[in-house]
Every structure is written in structure tokens, then in C-alpha cells.
């Protein structure tokens, strides 16, 4: 799957969960397909699915694409993922495969 | 805690997560003000690390090292290659006070100066230099240097911060080096010292050193290696024809020799002898052409002067040969006239002896007859009368062995051949010589003085067989091959050793003057003998046919049958008339007083030659002609013909003193009834004339 159809799915799937009311809202910044980005991917796909299921809000950006919207959010590296909970943002750079400290950051219980 | 404070904290966390992520890289890409860059930062690494080790393997494989030196802090780094080669301890790092007392002494002041233009503010901080070093284990290396040193600030204010340099052991490129330039002076050393001119070219043809005698020959001012100048001296008319010689040997890497004219110091033409040979390395590698070349102006003199010589002595050879053999000619013609004169001496004397002597002597004997018929009342007479005709007879024997020796009639009569046949008989009949004679019918038409001299050879091979081989027989052989006559004349006797026999031998057997005489009438002879395997001599002589002698051939003397039946028969009582011919007059006398004393016989006529004896016989119409052989006028035989043909019934009776067959087969032929010899027996003769014998 190219990384723009992903993306598409990921938006639609967002704009279906748009209604239920999405408790996280994340922005993940990548470089294209760069190895750790589409770890990083990956990883946040797999957390939506298992733990987060209606109630996530997901945007991928393409710094490659679009550099603009990776300086006004402050992003100096990719990946970084920007989480919005509860109106409380945090950053986590990375690929996301320290699945436990990403959950405990995110305040997610099993 | 404000929101500085917070925002503060908050980079730093951030700084540190992205540290922790550089760490664990788990970073892409990094984002800035101008855009997005991607990291590969473990490819980066890889690929450092590869080219590090390629880095590592190239030193070590070409045997290069790396030195920096860091001005700033005065410290020296060598890459492990460069403590390989001057087998540094690796645990001691290298400073620059010790490496440069490592440089050789002797090329160290020369280094630090390179060192120190290399350093020089001024300078464009490159260094080259090549100089050996005391490797940690006394050992000597050649090291060659390269290097470039960085420098920092301008003007005044510059000074060099870092050298980076590379060094390579370059030893056996040293010792290579330095056994090529020993080789080379040893070559220059050799070239000069030889006399010859030697030039050495390039594969292009340039003219890349010339010797020292070269030099002196064409002169030292001019530059010989520089392209094209050895052109200018060699002369216009050879020049096109040599470099021709020259591009082809270069194109084709052989070698050529030319002589050529060329200018010398003092401007005089000189004639060299130039040997080109393709100079090749070790491995085969065509290096262009070495030359040598001698002044061979001498020799081109000497052998032009030699080549007149020559010249004016082979004409000189050829004038002395064209008299020589003009002499020989001379001497052969000589020889043959010699020869000719001989046997025509010989036929002379053997026709006096003939014609005169014998003639007479059977005249006398006639007479002796007559007389002894006369007295045979007197017995003292008589016995006198024998003795004397005893005499005769053997005067008359040895005259006609004589005139045969001189010169056998048979062979003038009837050709080589027949003599041959004839001497056949006469060995048989006095030596009891088995002589088989095997001749061809051609060799009539022979010139007399090759007849001749074939027979008179025969004669004298033949006594030798009889003399020295120690048999009793013997075989010739005589038959003509195209324009060549061979005579052999084989024996199965005693031989000897026809491979080695020298003149002695040869004259021994009187084969030499054989041979000489045989030579001069332009024939040869071959002799093939082996002891006790026989002999066989041949003589080969060139056959000429002569035009004057016809062959008188037996055809030629074929007549018309004879008529036998007589027209004048002789009645009872009546006398047998009878002609005598014959040139003697003494023999028709002595004849014809023996025919007197018959009573039944009448001489009604006498003729001395053929012409006569025919008229005669028309006059006369004799019943018999007692008719002699040779005649002046017409002969014999000619006139047999004539009577026989005109008057057939006369009895013709040859007479003569030829006693050989051919004659008295010529007279049969020609019609005689009988043929007599002259000093046979009276009584056969009146038998013949009465018609009762034959």
C-alpha cells in the first residue's frame, strides 16, 4: 500500500470515527517511507486498533510533502508523533516501538 | 514555574528525546526552516567504514602510508602501512624530532630543506622528496614522499595548520633504477670505445643517442638525437631509397642492411655499410631499431679496383682460352691430316705392293711355270726352277700379308664392316682367333679417315685380347646410334681394374694414343674391365656421313640372271678362244704363255683394262675372259657387268690378286663364273677356262 492511499484510509477512518466522540487526536509527522517512519506507522495503526477502537482521531504528515506544518508545530525530526488528550498535547519522537512507555505516556490502560 | 521555565523544560526534554531516539536511530529525517532533510545516517556510517577499509586495503596493497601532521599541536599520525614500512614498534607513536633522525644522514639536509619549503608561508605548501631511512632494524629503505600542507589566515598572519602526506617504499624501484643506469653507462661506455657507429632509435624512428665515433665521423657539433638531423647528411640520391628501408623495418620490427652515401665532418661523400636490428625488452616489447655502421669507402674502392682486375683478367683468361682453342683446333686438324696423310701413305705403299710388286711376282712365277714346263729334260733346271718358284710364292705371301697390314683393301671396297668380317677370318685362319663379328650395315659411308682409324683400332684391341687376356676369342660389336658410331670390342679374358688406371697402364696397351687420336677426331672411348670379369673397350666416334663416298651397296651390283646356255659351242678339236684381261702386261704374258703350252686353249686377244676387254670381246666374240679386278679405266667388275649383259654366253673367270670374299663376291655378282686368285693353282684355272671346274 503506497504511503498516500494509507493515508487516505487513515483519514477516512478518522472522518467515520469523526462523530463518536474521539477521546486522542494524533498527528504523526514522517519522512516518507524511511524505515523508522513507517515504523512509527505501524506501530500507532496497531495501537488505534487494539486499545484506542472509536476513540482516536489519526493525521499523517509527510514532511517531504509538506515541511511547513512540521516547524509550525515545533517538530524538529521525524518520526514525531503530536498526541492531543484531553486538550493535553505531548510529543513523542521515535518509532513508536516502545509500545509500554507509549502507553503510559498516553495515560492508556490494558 | 512560568511559561518560560516550562518552555524551557520542554526543549530540553525534547533535546533529549531526540538525543535518546539519535541513539537508538531511530531518527529519518530532520526538519528546518529551508525544509526537510532525510538522515541515512547507518548508511553514511557503512559507507565510511567501507571506505575506510578500502582506504586500509589500497595502503596495503600498493604499500602506501598516510602521515598528518597537525602543526597546531605539533603531533605526528601515521597510518599502520607507514609503520609497516619502517618497521615502527606500534606501540611507540612517532614524533618529528625522531622521525627525522631516522632520515639517512646523508640525504637528511636535503629532506628538512624540502620539509621547509614545503612549511613555508610563502610557498604553495607542496612537498615531493625521496630519501632513505634507518628502518628500526638498521635496515635502509628508500622512501618517496608526497605531501600538502594547509594553511590558515593571510599575509603575515598565515601559517600552515596541517601536512597530509603519503609515502611509498620505492627500494626496488631504487636498485632497479640504479641497475639500469649501470647498465646504461656500461652501454655508453662499450658504444663509445667501438670503431663502429652505433645509433640507437625509438620506436618512432627518432634518433635517441648516437656513439662517440659517430660523433667524430659526422661531426660533434650537431645535435644527432635531435629528429630528422642524420637525414640531412645522407646523399639525395639514396636518401629516398634508405628510409624506405628504414619505415619498413620499423613497420615491420625487422632488421636491414643498406650501403648508402653520406656527407662526413668535412663535407666529403663517403660510402657506409648500415646494419639495422629491432631493439626488444625482456618481455618482448619492440623498443625501435639499433644500428650499426663501418665506413666501407675503402673497401668499395678496393673491391671496384679488384672487380677491374678481375674483369681484365677474365678477358685476358678468355683471349688465352680463344688461342688455345683455336691451337687445339689447329693441332686436330693437324692431327686428322696427319692421320689422312698416314693412310693414304699406307693405301699408297699397300697398292704399289699390290698393283706392282705382286703383280710382278706372279708374272714371274707365271713365268718360272713356263720355264719349269721347259725343262723337264733338265732335272738341274728344274730343281732351280722349283726353288724359285718356292721363293716367289713366298715373296708373294709376305708382299700380300704386308699390304694387308698397311691397308686391307675390303675396308675401301666394302665399308668398315665387311673389314671387320674380314680380319674376323684372317685371325681365325692364322691364329685360330674366335673373333664374332656383329656389325650394322651403316657404318659403310664413313669417312676413310674414321674408317680407318676404327679398323687399324680394332686390329690393335684385338692383339692386346690376344697378348694379355688370356683368351681365344673375342666379340665386336659395331652399330651406330643416331650421329654416334660405337665400336665394342668385348673379351671374357683376365681383365684389371678399370677404376684406377693411370696413363702407364693405358699406354701399356697402347689404349693411350688410341684414346689421343680418338679424342682429336672428336670421338671418345670408355673402357669397363674388372679383374677376371673380362673387358670391354668401346669406341665411340662422331659418324659423318661424306657425301663423295657413296655406299656401295650389294643391291647396286645385282645383274640380270645369267644365261647360262652358250651360243658358240665348241665343237670337238676346235680351241677354247680366250681373252685375257689384265693392266700387267708382264702377268697377261706370263698367262698367256702358260695358255700357249695347252693345245685345246687359244689366247685370241689381251685388253689392260675393262673398256678394252668389252670391244675386244665385241670383235673378238671370245668364249672365255679371264678378267683381273683392278683396273685403270674401267674395272673389273664393271666390265663383267657390260660383257655379261651384252653377250651372256661368254664364261667370265675373275682373277685377281684379291683374295678376299668381297671381291670375288663383287665378281660373282657382277656374273663371273669363277673367281681366281692370281697365284693359285694353274690347274684349277685351265680347269675353269675348259669349263670343267666349278
Redesign the interface.
Known amino acids: 500500500m503506497s504511503d498516500k492511499e494509507h493515508r487516505i484510509n487513515m483519514a477516512e477512518a478518522s472522518a467515520r470515527e469523526a462523530y463518536v466522540a474521539a477521546e486522542y487526536s494524533f498527528t504523526l509527522f514522517v519522512a516518507g517511507n524511511e524505515s523508522n517512519s513507517r515504523a512509527a506507522r505501524n506501530n500507532l495503526f496497531i495501537l488505534c486498533e487494539s486499545s484506542l477502537r472509536g476513540r482516536c482521531r489519526v493525521e499523517v504528515v509527510d514532511v517531504l510533502d509538506d515541511f511547513t506544518a512540521a516547524v509550525n508545530h515545533g517538530v524538529l525530526v521525524t518520526p514525531t508523533l503530536i498526541a492531543d488528550h484531553d486538550g493535553q498535547v505531548i510529543s513523542i519522537i521515535g518509532d513508536l516501538s516502545d509500545t509500554a512507555g507509549f502507553r503510559a505516556a498516553l495515560g492508556i490502560q490494558d | 514555574m512560568d511559561d518560560d521555565t516550562r518552555d524551557q523544560r520542554s526543549r530540553m526534554e525534547?533535546a533529549e528525546?531526540?538525543v535518546?531516539?539519535l541513539q537508538?536511530?531511530?531518527?529519518?529525517?530532520?526538519?528546518g526552516?529551508r525544509?526537510?532533510f532525510?538522515l541515512r545516517l547507518r548508511e553514511v556510517e557503512q559507507a565510511l567504514r567501507l571506505s575506510e577499509e578500502r582506504l586500509r586495503q589500497a595502503q596495503r596493497i600498493f604499500g602506501f602510508g598516510l602521515t598528518d601532521r597537525n602543526h597546531l599541536t605539533g603531533t605526528l599520525h601515521w597510518s599502520p602501512e607507514v609503520y609497516r614500512i619502517r618497521k615502527w614498534p606500534e606501540d611507540r607513536k612517532p614524533d618529528l624530532t625522531e622521525a627525522l633522525k631516522a632520515v639517512h644522514t646523508e640525504d637528511r639536509e636535503a629532506h628538512l630543506a624540502a620539509l621547509q619549503r614545503a612549511q613555508s608561508p610563502n610557498g604553495d605548501g607542496s612537498l615531493t622528496s625521496e630519501y632513505r631511512v634507518i628502518c628500526a632494524d638498521d635496515s635502509v629503505r628508500w622512501i618517496s614522499e608526497c605531501a600538502q600542507t594547509v594553511f590558515m589566515g593571510e599575509g603575515e598572519a598565515r601559517q600552515p595548520v596541517r601536512t597530509i602526506g603519503v609515502e611509498r617504499d620505492v627500494t626496488e624501484q631504487k636498485q632497479a633504477e640504479e641497475l639500469l643506469r649501470e647498465s646504461e653507462a656500461r652501454f655508453r661506455i662499450m658504444a663509445d670505445g667501438l670503431p663502429l657507429m652505433v645509433t640507437v632509435h625509438d620506436p618512432l624512428g627518432r634518433q635517441l643517442f648516437v656513439n662517440r665515433t659517430f660523433r667524430i665521423f659526422f661531426g660533434k657539433e650537431m645535435d644527432w638525437t635531435c629528429d630528422g638531423h642524420w637525414k640531412s647528411v645522407v646523399h639525395p640520391d639514396d636518401l629516398e631509397f634508405y628510409l624506405s628501408q628504414f619505415q619498413a623495418a620499423l613497420r615491420g620490427r625487422n632488421s636491414f642492411h643498406a650501403e648508402l652515401r653520406v656527407r662526413d665532418a668535412d663535407g666529403q661523400w663517403r660510402w657506409i655499410e648500415s646494419f639495422m636490428s629491432p631493439r626488444r625488452s625482456d618481455k618482448g616489447v619492440f623498443l625501435g631499431l639499433i644500428g650499426a655502421c663501418v665506413d666501407i669507402t675503402e673497401r668499395k674502392h678496393t673491391s671496384q679496383q679488384l672487380e677491374q682486375l678481375m674483369e681484365d683478367l677474365e678477358r685476358q683468361v678468355r683471349e688465352r682460352t680463344f688461342q688455345a682453342e683455336q691451337r687445339a683446333s689447329q693441332l686436330q686438324a693437324v692431327t686428322l691430316q696427319l692421320t689422312q696423310a698416314e693412310e693414304s701413305e699406307r693405301r699408297r705403299m699397300a697398292q704399289v705392293l699390290h698393283d706392282g710388286l705382286q703383280q710382278l711376282l706372279v708374272g714371274a712365277q707365271l713365268s718360272t711355270r713356263v720355264i719349269r714346263a721347259k725343262a723337264q729334260d733338265n732335272p738341274d733346271i728344274a730343281a732351280a726352277t722349283d726353288q724359285l718358284s718356292e721363293l716367289i710364292d713366298e715373296c708373294i705371301s709376305s708382299s700380300r700379308s704386308l699390304c694387308h697390314e698397311l691397308s686391307p683393301t675390303v675396308l675401301y671396297q666394302s665399308g668398315l664392316g665387311a673389314a671387320l668380317h674380314w680380319l674376323a677370318s684372317q685371325m681365325r685362319d692364322k691364329h685360330g682367333f674366335a673373333l664374332s663379328v656383329e656389325a650394322d650395315d651403316l657404318a659403310c659411308g664413313l669417312p676413310q679417315t674414321v674408317s680407318s682409324f676404327l679398323f687399324q683400332a680394332a686390329r690393335e684391341l684385338l692383339l692386346n685380347v690376344q697378348k694379355h687376356a688370356g683368351v681365344g676369342a673375342a666379340h665386336i660389336q659395331l652399330r651406330q646410334v643416331e650421329n654416334e658410331l660405337f665400336l665394342e670390342v668385348r673379351d671374357e679374358g683376365r681383365g684389371f681394374d678399370s677404376s684406377n688406371i693411370d696413363r702407364e697402364i693405358l699406354d701399356g696397351f697402347g689404349l693411350f694414343s688410341i684414346r689421343e687420336r680418338l679424342d682429336l677426331l672428336g670421338g671418345r672411348m670408355q673402357i669397363e674391365s674388372n679383374p677376371g670379369q673380362g673387358t670391354c673397350i668401346t669406341l665411340v666416334a662422331e659418324f659423318v656421313s661424306t657425301p663423295g663416298t657413296p655406299c656401295r651397296r650389294a643391291e647396286d651390283l645385282a645383274v640380270q640372271p645369267r644365261i647360262t646356255e652358250k651360243a658358240t659351242t665348241r665343237l670337238a678339236g676346235e680351241a677354247i678362244r680366250v681373252l685375257l684381261v689384265d693392266d700387267f702386261k708382264v702377268m697377261r704374258e706370263g698367262l698367256a704363255a702358260l695358255l700357249k703350252e695347252e693345245a685345246d686353249i687359244e689366247v685370241i686377244a689381251q685388253a689392260s683394262n675393262g673398256a678394252e676387254a668389252l670391244e675386244l670381246a665385241r670383235l673378238h666374240r671370245p668364249q672365255v675372259v679371264i678378267m683381273d679386278v683392278t683396273m685403270p679405266v674401267m674395272d673389273g667388275v664393271e666390265a663383267t657387268r657390260r660383257i655379261g649383259a651384252e653377250m651372256p654366253w661368254i664364261r667370265i673367270i675373275g682373277l685377281s690378286m684379291h683374295d678376299q670374299v668381297s671381291a670375288g663376291d663383287q665378281m660373282r655378282r657382277a656374273g663371273a663364273t669363277m673367281f681366281l686368285s692370281k697365284d693359285g693353282s694353274l690347274e684349277l684355272l685351265l680347269a675353269a677356262v675348259r669349263g670343267e671346274a666349278g
Not at chain 2, 537508538?24 to 526538519?31: G, H, K, R, S
Request: no cysteine; proline share 0%.
Open positions: 525534547q528525546a531526540i535518546d531516539a537508538n536511530d531511530q531518527i529519518d529525517a530532520v526538519v526552516k525544509g526537510a532525510v
